[in-house]
């Protein structure tokens, strides 16, 4: 996850020269690659679960959900993880963020998880997650996937399934947006922000 | 959030009381993991002062902070240096000189927990001060009312027993009627603090809360049970001390029930379905009939499991109200 969807109402940022990495065929393709090579791998769905982190995780999950049990003609569960309260910069911060109930759907003892993101980047989101998810029970497996890895990780953390590689540097910014969220399906890289605390990096 | 302590619901605006709700929500769904921990407030201490006695309010407030992962200290008078003398804010003065990040007070004296906000930098939340306030259980029952029926405002809530020296019926007043509830408080003559309603109502105006809810006042009296009970959506009975028998309040306990209690035939009279509350600890054949306090239509069960949930919620937020920059 992106820093700026940290407060969860962040949408759209206008007025910044920005380019579309992913139109709404692309993002298709990609989430249809990455659903069969869940399927690959696992070799179908028994135990699967798909995790999406708040916010945008959650309705790519859901999509991934969607597909993979189209495909092997079984349903998939899917469930909603807030890791606000398992961050590391909670401190930093100051003033709680806002949280959401989380719903994962069945105790994750010897689940096989996927945790799902739109855009993976420092790495810390997804430690949190990892956290998080370790009150549900004890999961065989865990995996991510993500729309985008933009790369810059602090932490030693990889992706299983990426639906598009994206080198960038620290001070692009890169969004996925969705119709569920966004009103429209893309993935754009923006450039250089505007002001200087437009960016809330600690 | 952005305040250091909480003494009462009368300085909460409509959109606090939401935030404290909607995150006692989230709260609520990590009491039902496997694992109910989590760690926002790893490293941080809070100091639990009891000086009145007290089981679900200090047992919740002690589940609420090590479920977050604080450190938590117990005191209580006695057993302390209280005994030995040592006043009040000398005393919550070194408790911050030990480290507590926050204190939570219940004192026998109304106004306590104030005299003890303005010298600490530590949080400070009210557990209870005397007659005055209780604002953790007044959050509580709002979350509880909610969970129940949807929303709150529009909704008729009586409040039935001893208001006069009741710090629940306060702040839930307060709380029910800033979230655009309308209150009838009911008590026996004798119990029913003169100016109570006029003084919420000022107070709702003053903060620019409607002092009206369908044409009826947001806090009103009566020592009229029947009148409380009529369109009650939510009905709480309020518990009633010995104590007041031995001041000349009141003749007697049976007395008191057959006039005042809530049985399953005055209950009919308010509305179709409504919710039972009760702050506990309950006499029950006193203020609450047994059939009552255990029936379908009570939330008073409810209501502990979600004290546990309130109190992370405030806890969490409270947190982050003091220090660090606005991000």
Redesign the interface.
Request: proline letters at 4%; glycine letters at 8%; a negative charge.
């Given at each position: 996850m992106d820093d700026r969807n940290?407060d969860l109402g962040a949408g759209p940022v206008e007025g910044r020269p920005s380019k579309r990495i992913l139109d709404a065929d692309g993002l298709r393709r990609a989430l249809t690659r990455v659903a069969h090579e869940v399927l690959e791998r696992h070799g179908g769905t028994r135990d699967l679960v798909l995790v999406g982190m708040r916010r945008r995780g959650v309705p790519i999950a859901r999509r991934l959900a969607d597909l993979v049990g189209r495909f092997e003609g079984t349903p998939v569960d899917v469930g909603e993880l807030?890791v606000?309260?398992?961050r590391d910069d909670?401190?930093?911060?100051?003033?709680?963020p806002?949280?959401?109930?989380?719903?994962?759907p069945r105790?994750l003892t010897d689940a096989r998880v996927v945790l799902v993101d739109d855009v993976l980047y420092t790495g810390r989101t997804v430690r949190a997650a990892l956290?998080?998810l370790?009150?549900?029970?004890r999961a065989r497996q865990v995996q991510l996937a993500v729309v985008v890895d933009r790369g810059h990780r602090e932490l030693p953390i990889r992706a299983d399934y990426v639906g598009k590689n994206l080198p960038t540097s620290r001070d692009e910014s890169v969004e996925v947006r969705l119709v569920e969220v966004d009103g429209i399906d893309e993935v754009v890289l923006l450039d250089r922000l505007g002001a200087p605390d437009a960016r809330?990096r600690p | 959030m952005r305040r250091k302590d909480v003494l009462d619901l009368d300085d909460f605006s409509p959109d606090e009381i939401r935030e404290v709700l909607e995150t006692t929500s989230a709260m609520k769904e990590v009491l039902a993991r496997p694992i109910k921990r989590v760690p926002p407030l790893r490293g941080k201490t809070i100091v639990n002062c009891f000086y009145e006695a007290s089981t679900r309010t200090r047992v919740s407030f002690e589940l609420a902070a090590k479920n977050l992962s604080a450190d938590v200290v117990n005191i209580s008078a006695s057993g302390s240096s209280v005994e030995k003398g040592e006043s009040l804010v000398d005393t919550t003065r070194t408790l911050q000189a030990l480290g507590a990040d926050m204190v939570v007070m219940r004192h026998a004296a109304s106004g306590a927990p104030y005299a003890v906000a303005r010298e600490l930098s530590a949080s400070v939340i009210n557990g209870g001060d005397g007659w005055h306030a209780h604002p953790t259980q007044a959050l509580l029952d709002l979350f509880t009312v909610q969970s129940r029926l949807g929303r709150i405002d529009g909704r008729r809530i009586a409040i039935i027993g001893d208001v006069l020296h009741s710090r629940v019926a306060r702040s839930a007043a307060w709380g029910f009627a800033t979230m655009g509830a309308s209150v009838i408080l009911c008590a026996p003559p004798t119990l029913l603090p003169i100016g109570l309603d006029t003084a919420i109502l000022a107070g709702l105006r003053a903060k620019g809360v409607a002092t009206e809810v369908a044409g009826t006042p947001a806090v009103a009296m009566t020592h009229d049970i029947d009148a409380a009970l009529r369109d009650a959506d939510v009905v709480m009975a309020l518990r009633v001390q010995r104590e007041r028998m031995d001041a000349g309040l009141l003749p007697s306990l049976r007395e008191y029930a057959r006039a005042y209690g809530l049985t399953r035939e005055r209950l009919a009279r308010a509305r179709f379905g409504a919710v039972v509350l009760h702050p506990g600890p309950m006499n029950e054949g006193v203020e609450i009939a047994p059939d009552v306090a255990h029936g379908s239509q009570s939330a008073i069960e409810e209501q502990v499991t979600n004290g546990v949930a309130v109190r992370m919620a405030v806890l969490y937020l409270l947190a982050g109200g003091r220090a660090g920059p606005a991000v």
């Open positions: 940290f807030d606000t309260m398992f909670l401190e930093i911060r100051g003033t709680r806002a949280l959401r109930p989380s719903s994962i105790d956290d998080a370790m009150s549900y029970g809330s | -």
